[in-house]
């Protein structure tokens, strides 16, 4: 999707330039950061902050929160652990919920289920999740896990919708400049036929 | 020791401060061939390379995060994508609040001020907000009327190009307008419902051009104007005034150049400005025939305090003791609401202009007893399907609990479902509200900080309270429910309209400007930004600080070729 608007933005930016309405330096300044965006990424994410086994606890962690399903694939391909490690390595404070949140969660695993979680087993995993996920399940013990919980929920959330994946996924169409502002009818009748104003 | 040079040129004009105010005064006095000096506190503006218009989040690892994660530990400025700018907060340039009071001074230090980033609502103030007083008792009338601004309105409309629609409603007087964009699809839903209760909501007013103008290119409705925009398709003073202004080869642009104090000599007239040069931390002087202030409306006031003198024992231009009074922001109050009306439709480009592209003038301007309060406010509109940034889908994840596909799916279906209102409402002046110079606090350059005080009133509270009534009426008319409200009135200062500090009057005992904002006391001393205001109406203060400084511009001019000046 990603490629075709780019494509797009150019082509209207190009139109733009012709018309006189657009400078050279402006137009220098898009195309330097779609060169950036095409830049490949170099071989295997090396972790800045988190140990090779509480990476992959977040890495499993990550795609159990944002799964790969019928529309897209999960929060891992759309690059959630990377955004975390390197906010991480940025923030202390920040790092310091991770690497606690992450160390609850194994020694949790391993009391429960006899294995770390990445060992465990998925309905395992999933167990585990549930009583940090639900309010209905929230006890005074589970605290750090429930707040680390709601960190990891919110920041995956964010990684994942703010990748070309996520912005597919809820079909984001937008970003391209336009050179006239329309509204498609349909859309316009659907809303109103179903909000019973129209 | 403050640097002299005694060879010095001395400009005809200096003006302090390149926002909407500094902006237009130094694009209508160059066109006149006056020769102005504009410093800037803050640096120059690059906008091809400081604007991220078009970026997608994931062009950056941290996907405008920050590199230090900021979005989720408190920013300091409106996010990684938005155009250069300012915060409530600067290093090294304090200010204190009074016990009891809270106030938060926005401050940008940029070639353009606010207006590189800022909301674009550019609404006319009707005939009845410059006569305040004489409509209810309250407050104090303007030494001018619509009809005198009225003209400086048509110019500032034709100059920095306005889209709206012509209705014919009294609160919210007509203009020149280019032909605004068709509302989105959740924006009609919104009309609809406001019939129903017979709010009028029309076009936005916004300073975004839709057909080329003065080399400018049109909007190309990608929704981003608070990045700062690439093609000048909306107004900021840096990109449509004072850059242009240069090639006149009249302007002096002198950045990093923090006012310090106004000079004057024994007839009790500015000679020249006194600034810290930021970049080597010395003091210099710049000469010249007259001062125009556009510093904003605090900064203004705080620079007229700090210029004593034996002669002027409480500050320049100060022997009314007005300055620093009547300080005033807009009122501000938020609501959002899931639509379920919305959840499947069509999804499609909704990027349009950045902002709503209708609103909602105040309609009760003929029933102020009814709605039991003195004085009105606006609404604006949010929603659509946005380009996802950090913290997007923060509503859907505080809805629902839970993850894995039940979370996505909830996402992907919530998308672009909510809608959001903000009003914005007039604060009536009263004697609690003022800023003044702290005694015992400097900033990092020496200068004496500014002290605020403020207290909203029962007025503010009580049309507060009007608009959580309204909106929640709006949102459950169009079959939604509310999902996130503010808890109480902005915090003071937010809204970022503060203005009203170095009010304009007929009368020198009760003002500190005349009807053209020149000093009373110091004929060569000027004020162009939102302090001459003498209230702060429902109707966003940008266009008026144009039209205005607009009007002093010419003013000051002709004074200068009468040699008054």
């Known amino acids: 999707m990603?490629?075709?608007?780019?494509?797009?933005?150019?082509?209207?930016?190009?139109?733009?330039?012709?018309?006189?309405?657009?400078?050279?330096?402006?137009?220098?300044?898009?195309?330097?950061?779609?060169?950036?965006?095409?830049?490949?990424?170099?071989?295997?994410?090396?972790?800045?902050?988190?140990?090779?086994?509480?990476?992959?606890?977040?890495?499993?962690?990550?795609?159990?929160?944002?799964p790969a399903d019928e529309v897209s694939k999960g929060a891992v391909e759309a690059g959630a652990p990377e955004f975390i490690d390197l906010l991480c390595s940025g923030n202390s404070q920040l790092a310091l919920i991770y690497t606690g949140g992450l160390g609850w969660l194994d020694r949790e695993s391993q009391k429960r289920f006899d294995a770390v979680f990445v060992e465990a087993k998925p309905d395992q995993q999933r167990a585990l999740l549930d009583l940090l996920a639900y309010s209905k399940n929230a006890k005074?013990?589970?605290?750090?896990?429930?707040?680390?919980?709601?960190?990891?929920?919110?920041?995956?959330?964010?990684?994942?919708?703010t990748s070309p994946i996520g912005i597919a996924d809820v079909?984001?169409?937008?970003?391209?400049?336009?050179?006239?502002?329309?509204?498609?009818?349909?859309?316009?009748?659907?809303?109103?036929?179903?909000?019973?104003l129209g | 020791m403050a640097q002299v040079r005694r060879s010095a040129p001395v400009y005809d004009v200096v003006v302090i401060g390149s926002g909407a105010g500094g902006g237009t005064v130094v694009q209508v006095l160059t066109k006149l061939g006056v020769n102005v000096a504009l410093l800037e506190a803050g640096g120059m503006l690059n906008p091809a390379k400081d604007?991220?218009?078009?970026?997608?989040?994931?062009?950056?690892?941290?996907?405008?995060?920050?590199?230090?994660?900021?979005?989720?530990?408190?920013?300091?400025?409106?996010?990684?994508?938005?155009?250069?700018?300012?915060?409530?907060?600067?290093?090294?340039?304090?200010?204190?609040?009074?016990?009891?009071?809270?106030?938060?001074?926005?401050?940008?230090?940029i070639l353009g001020g606010r207006t590189n980033h800022y909301g674009?609502?550019?609404?006319?103030?009707?005939?009845?907000?410059?006569?305040?007083?004489?409509?209810?008792?309250?407050?104090?009338?303007?030494?001018?009327?619509?009809?005198?601004?009225?003209?400086?309105?048509?110019?500032?409309?034709?100059?920095?190009?306005?889209?709206?629609?012509?209705?014919?409603?009294?609160?919210?007087?007509?203009?020149?307008?280019?032909?605004?964009?068709?509302?989105?699809?959740?924006e009609v839903l919104i009309q609809k419902a406001c019939a129903k209760l017979n709010i009028p909501c029309i076009s936005s007013r916004l300073s975004v051009i839709t057909r080329p103008i003065n080399g400018r290119a049109a909007c190309h409705y990608c929704g981003q104007c608070g990045r700062g925009c690439v093609t000048a398709s909306k107004y900021s003073s840096s990109q449509v005034q004072i850059l242009p202004a240069l090639k006149s080869g009249k302007l002096t642009i002198i950045t990093n150049a923090?006012?310090?104090?106004?000079?004057?000599?024994?007839?009790?007239?500015?000679?020249?400005?006194?600034?810290?040069?930021?970049?080597?931390?010395?003091?210099?002087q710049i000469r010249c025939r007259t001062v125009v202030l556009a510093a904003s409306a605090c900064e203004s006031a705080?620079?007229?305090?700090?210029?004593?003198?034996?002669?002027?024992?409480?500050?320049?231009?100060?022997?009314?003791?007005?300055?620093?009074?009547?300080?005033?922001?807009?009122?501000?109050?938020?609501?959002?609401?899931?639509?379920?009306?919305?959840?499947?439709?069509?999804?499609?480009?909704?990027?349009?202009?950045?902002?709503?592209?209708?609103?909602?003038?105040?309609?009760?301007?003929?029933?102020?007893?009814?709605?039991?309060?003195?004085?009105?406010?606006?609404?604006?509109?949010?929603?659509?399907?946005?380009?996802?940034?950090?913290?997007?889908?923060?509503?859907?994840?505080?809805?629902h609990e839970g993850y894995g596909a039940s979370l996505k799916a909830k996402i992907r279906e919530e998308y672009g479902t909510f809608v959001s209102f903000a009003g914005r409402g007039e604060m009536i002046p009263n004697e609690h509200s003022y800023c003044e110079i702290d005694p015992d606090v400097v900033d990092q350059w020496g200068i004496p900080v500014l002290r605020f005080h403020f207290k909203w009133s029962d007025y503010e509270r009580a049309q507060v309270k009007h608009m959580e009534q309204t909106f929640t009426e709006i949102i459950e008319i169009m079959g939604g429910t509310v999902v996130t409200k503010q808890k109480d009135i902005s915090v003071p200062g937010e809204i970022i309209h503060e203005l009203g500090t170095v009010r304009m009057g007929d009368d020198p005992k009760t003002s500190a400007l005349n009807k053209y904002c020149q000093a009373h006391d110091v004929k060569n001393l000027f004020v162009a930004d939102?302090?001459?205001?003498?209230?702060?109406?429902?109707?966003?203060?940008?266009?008026?600080?144009?039209?205005?400084?607009?009007?002093?511009?010419?003013?000051?001019?002709?004074?200068?070729?009468?040699?008054?000046?």
Request: glycine share 10%.
């Open chain 1, 171 to 196: 079909g984001y169409k937008g970003n391209k400049g336009m050179a006239k502002f329309e509204v498609p009818v349909e859309a316009i009748r659907y809303a109103l036929k179903r909000s019973g």
């Open chain 2, 120 to 186: 674009r609502i550019s609404l006319r103030f009707a005939d009845y907000d410059f006569k305040p007083y004489s409509r209810d008792g309250l407050g104090t009338d303007w030494p001018i009327s619509y009809e005198d601004v009225a003209p400086y309105y048509d110019k500032v409309e034709e100059f920095i190009g306005v889209f709206g629609s012509k209705e014919g409603i009294r609160s919210a007087p007509d203009g020149i307008f280019h032909t605004p964009p068709p509302p989105r699809a959740h």
């Open chain 2, 302 to 399: 705080r620079l007229l305090l700090n210029s004593k003198s034996s002669r002027h024992p409480n500050g320049l231009a100060n022997s009314s003791g007005v300055v620093g009074r009547y300080l005033t922001d807009t009122t501000g109050y938020s609501m959002s609401g899931h639509i379920p009306a919305l959840v499947g439709m069509l999804k499609h480009d909704t990027d349009g202009v950045d902002g709503g592209h209708v609103y909602m003038p105040w309609w009760l301007w003929d029933k102020q007893k009814e709605a039991g309060f003195p004085r009105g406010y606006h609404i604006e509109v949010g929603g659509g399907y946005n380009m996802p940034s950090i913290g997007s889908f923060n509503r859907t994840i505080q809805r």
């Open chain 2, 530 to 565: 939102a302090a001459p205001f003498v209230s702060n109406p429902d109707k966003n203060p940008t266009l008026t600080i144009c039209a205005l400084a607009w009007r002093t511009a010419e003013y000051l001019a002709e004074e200068l070729r009468k040699g008054n000046v």
């Open chain 2, 258 to 284: 923090m006012a310090r104090e106004l000079i004057t000599n024994d007839e009790g007239l500015v000679t020249a400005v006194s600034y810290i040069d930021k970049t080597t931390r010395t003091e210099k």
């Open chain 2, 51 to 109: 604007f991220k218009e078009h970026m997608w989040p994931y062009q950056v690892p941290h996907r405008g995060a920050g590199e230090a994660a900021e979005s989720y530990f408190g920013r300091k400025d409106f996010g990684f994508f938005s155009a250069v700018n300012g915060w409530w907060e600067i290093e090294g340039e304090p200010y204190t609040t009074a016990p009891g009071s809270s106030f938060r001074w926005f401050r940008s230090r």
């Open chain 1, 2 to 66: 990603s490629e075709v608007t780019r494509r797009d933005w150019l082509t209207a930016l190009g139109a733009a330039m012709l018309s006189g309405g657009i400078s050279a330096e402006a137009a220098q300044h898009v195309h330097q950061a779609v060169a950036e965006a095409k830049k490949p990424a170099a071989g295997a994410y090396k972790p800045k902050v988190f140990t090779a086994h509480e990476y992959k606890t977040l890495q499993v962690l990550a795609d159990l929160i944002i």
């Open chain 1, 140 to 161: 005074p013990e589970l605290a750090p896990g429930i707040n680390f919980f709601n960190w990891a929920r919110r920041m995956v959330v964010d990684a994942f919708y």
